[in-house]
């Protein structure tokens, strides 16, 4: 009985796991904690979560659907307002050898060449996956792009790169989360269905397998010795 009700609080943790709302580690993650009207934007060096880094631009826009509509929420930001800028975000709770989940939405500026909208991904200084970039078509065209990403102990840094063309017009960014993983649902179902048919498997069941094992080895054994 003692096994029963581990498996049976077992199986009740990993279906709240998996039903758990995920956590985003990032801070402002959605760009939305800054205050623009509707239809406008702002050029900041510094947000909520977010810092520039490196120029020429002096900054980074926040715009509040303005030449095209937000992923999420009601903001994004252009990494190029009057130059390419690097942003990035610093990490310090998060545990070193482990990987987590990075996803963010990425669109070419409406209008504007592929030569002027791109955008690089960095980990520590690293540049993961190519350079995004895109002609921009009417409005935002958003696409998301995911990576799996191990830190290291100590502090870690994500950071996003206007690249191309540095001419006051390029790629903008929405909804940036950096997740735990989980493991796959599938793997998770599997792992319990093995539990429970180990545990579960009643008493009389087991000695009738037993039995059967016995018959068969009983019966090898007369073989070999006739
Ligand atoms: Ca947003
Ligand atoms: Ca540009």
């Given at each position: 009985m003692k096994r029963l009700?581990?498996?049976?609080?077992?199986?009740?943790?990993?279906?709240?796991?998996?039903?758990?709302?995920?956590?985003n580690l990032l801070?402002?993650?959605g760009f939305e904690s800054t205050t623009v009207a509707n239809?406008?934007?702002?050029?900041?060096?510094?947000?909520a979560g977010w810092t520039r880094l490196a120029g020429p631009g002096t900054g980074?826009?926040?715009?509040?659907?303005?030449?095209?509509a937000a992923q999420e929420g009601r903001n994004y930001v252009e990494l190029d307002t009057n130059g390419n800028t690097t942003i990035g975000q610093?990490?310090?709770?998060?545990?070193?050898?482990?990987?987590?989940d990075l996803s963010f939405w990425y669109s070419p500026r409406e209008g504007q060449a592929a030569s002027t909208n791109g955008i690089q991904v960095f980990w520590n200084g690293v540049q993961i996956g190519d350079t995004l970039t895109g002609t921009g078509g009417s409005g935002n065209n958003w696409s998301m792009h995911e990576y799996l990403l191990t830190a290291q102990a100590g502090r870690n840094l994500l950071s996003f790169a206007a690249v191309g063309t540095s001419d006051s017009v390029g790629g903008s960014l929405d909804?940036?989360?950096?997740q735990n993983r989980v493991p796959e649902p599938g793997s998770l179902a599997l792992t319990f269905a093995a539990l429970a048919g180990a545990f579960l498997m009643p008493p009389v069941l087991r000695r009738r397998a037993e039995a059967r094992r016995a018959v068969a080895l009983a019966s090898a054994l007369k073989r070999d010795a006739s």
């Amino acid at each position: 009985m003692k096994r029963l009700l581990a498996l049976i609080a077992l199986t009740t943790a990993g279906a709240c796991a998996s039903a758990a709302p995920v956590t985003n580690l990032l801070v402002n993650g959605g760009f939305e904690s800054t205050t623009v009207a509707n239809g406008n934007w702002v050029n900041v060096s510094s947000i909520a979560g977010w810092t520039r880094l490196a120029g020429p631009g002096t900054g980074f826009e926040v715009r509040n659907n303005v030449a095209g509509a937000a992923q999420e929420g009601r903001n994004y930001v252009e990494l190029d307002t009057n130059g390419n800028t690097t942003i990035g975000q610093y990490l310090d709770s998060l545990v070193g050898g482990a990987v987590y989940d990075l996803s963010f939405w990425y669109s070419p500026r409406e209008g504007q060449a592929a030569s002027t909208n791109g955008i690089q991904v960095f980990w520590n200084g690293v540049q993961i996956g190519d350079t995004l970039t895109g002609t921009g078509g009417s409005g935002n065209n958003w696409s998301m792009h995911e990576y799996l990403l191990t830190a290291q102990a100590g502090r870690n840094l994500l950071s996003f790169a206007a690249v191309g063309t540095s001419d006051s017009v390029g790629g903008s960014l929405d909804n940036v989360s950096l997740q735990n993983r989980v493991p796959e649902p599938g793997s998770l179902a599997l792992t319990f269905a093995a539990l429970a048919g180990a545990f579960l498997m009643p008493p009389v069941l087991r000695r009738r397998a037993e039995a059967r094992r016995a018959v068969a080895l009983a019966s090898a054994l007369k073989r070999d010795a006739s």
